[in-house]
């Protein structure tokens, strides 16, 4: 069975750090590309990174660059997601996801499994 399960979320003050994790279970880890992906309120869900964990490629969102870094550790099947400098708008719910094609992508039509999502904060 598939699993993605996201930890690390929580409140941060804006310009604080936070650093998200995706175990993942189930499935042959170096096969497949993680995404992480967020969602506000009343918004559509955003690709926010990825990565593609047999030749560590990445992609980031224009909103995040320079601010979050992508990374991996195949040993433990781990995707982390380091985020520093945040700020208010990077408030949402973060999913993490896989996608079995490993292309390297920020579309969530790309990606067939999901997490349950961890919650991040910024207050301002």
């Known amino acids: 069975e598939v699993q993605l399960v996201e930890s690390g979320g929580g409140l941060v003050q804006a310009g604080g750090s936070l650093r998200l994790s995706c175990a993942a279970s189930?499935?042959?880890?170096?096969?497949?590309?993680i995404g992480w992906f967020r969602q506000a309120p009343g918004k559509e869900r955003e690709g926010v990174s990825c990565?593609?964990?047999?030749?560590?490629?990445?992609d980031y969102a224009d909103s995040v660059k320079g601010r979050f870094t992508i990374s991996n550790d195949s040993a433990k099947n781990t995707v982390y997601l380091q985020m520093n400098s945040l700020k208010p708008e990077d408030t949402a719910v973060y999913y993490c996801?896989?996608?079995?094609?490993?292309?390297?992508?920020?579309?969530?039509?790309?990606?067939?499994?999901w997490g349950q999502g961890t919650q991040v904060t910024v207050s301002s």
């Open positions: 996801a896989a996608d079995p094609s490993s292309l390297v992508a920020l579309h969530p039509a790309a990606y067939v499994y």
């Open positions: 189930g499935f042959t880890f170096d096969d497949y590309a």
């Open positions: 990565i593609r964990n047999d030749d560590g490629s990445t």
